[in-house]
């Protein structure tokens, strides 16, 4: 018996709180049964498609028998599912008003097939109302399949949550990605410029001067001596040539 902490580390559990399937390296199975049902019940049920001719609609989920599961091993999931379903859909006829009622069965819902090869058969009560039946089939039928490739898409995404653990190399690359993007951050804040002082709010003042005179007395006020001295209280300075200046 190898002494504590030597051996093959696969068996070493200790790293985990739980101490169960480190790296996710036992075999694990999670059971789908009953999560399938309802969630074909929910994704089949209330399907329409209509035309000119008519409208149909899938009104009731008549058997859904069979069993799906989940199960992982060494970090990989494997799915098995197969169903045999029976739906019961209704219908009428836009110029008569006619109604008519038949059924869709789905053989065999498997891994084995993909979706769009998944057989489905659909048959009317004895009648009239064939027009209906064709609308079943083609549009009808379409729709069957696209609602069942929504069932395996949340099979292998939504039931599927938890089931893969955590290891120590996602850890491991998760805090590497984390740093990178602390890193980037801290790049940006630091060639961003910083703002510096404190911003002081302004006001714009303007002012404007009214002389309450006709324009002709005003530039006498500004041009002539006496006029200027007597206004200004200053003794003023006259260079009376043209296009000279004159200051007070």
């Not at 739980?18 to 994704?43: C, F, I, M, P, Y």
């Not at 409208?55 to 045999?84: H, M, T």
């Not at 910083?194 to 709010?201: H, Q, Y």
Request: hydrophobic letters at 40%.
């Amino acid at each position: 018996m190898a002494k504590w902490g030597q051996g093959d580390p696969r068996w070493i559990v200790e790293e985990r709180e739980d101490g169960t399937n480190v790296n996710n390296w036992h075999w694990t199975e999670r059971d789908a049964t009953s999560w399938s049902k309802g969630r074909l019940r929910e994704l089949l049920v209330g399907i329409t498609v209509e035309n000119e001719a008519g409208r149909c609609e899938i009104s009731e989920l008549k058997q859904v028998e069979g069993e799906a599961s989940c199960s992982s091993r060494k970090g990989k999931l494997i799915f098995f599912y197969e169903w045999n379903i029976k739906l019961g859909w209704k219908g009428i006829i836009r110029e008569s008003g006619a109604k008519h009622k038949g059924l869709i069965e789905i053989p065999s819902l498997s891994e084995e097939n993909e979706v769009d090869d998944t057989e489905v058969n659909v048959s009317k009560k004895k009648g009239d109302g064939d027009i209906l039946k064709d609308l079943m089939k083609t549009a009808g039928t379409a729709k069957v399949r696209e609602a069942l490739g929504d069932y395996l898409k949340a099979l292998k995404t939504e039931f599927t949550l938890g089931m893969i653990l955590p290891t120590k190399a996602m850890a491991a690359q998760e805090l590497t990605v984390k740093r990178k993007l602390s890193e980037n951050t801290l790049q940006i804040q630091a060639s961003s410029p910083v703002a510096l002082g404190v911003r002081i709010p302004t006001v714009a003042l303007h002012m404007t001067e009214l002389f309450d005179t006709a324009i002709e007395q005003l530039y006498r006020i500004f041009t002539v001596k006496d006029l200027v001295q007597k206004f200004s209280k200053s003794p003023a300075v006259l260079e009376a040539e043209k296009g000279g200046k004159f200051q007070i």
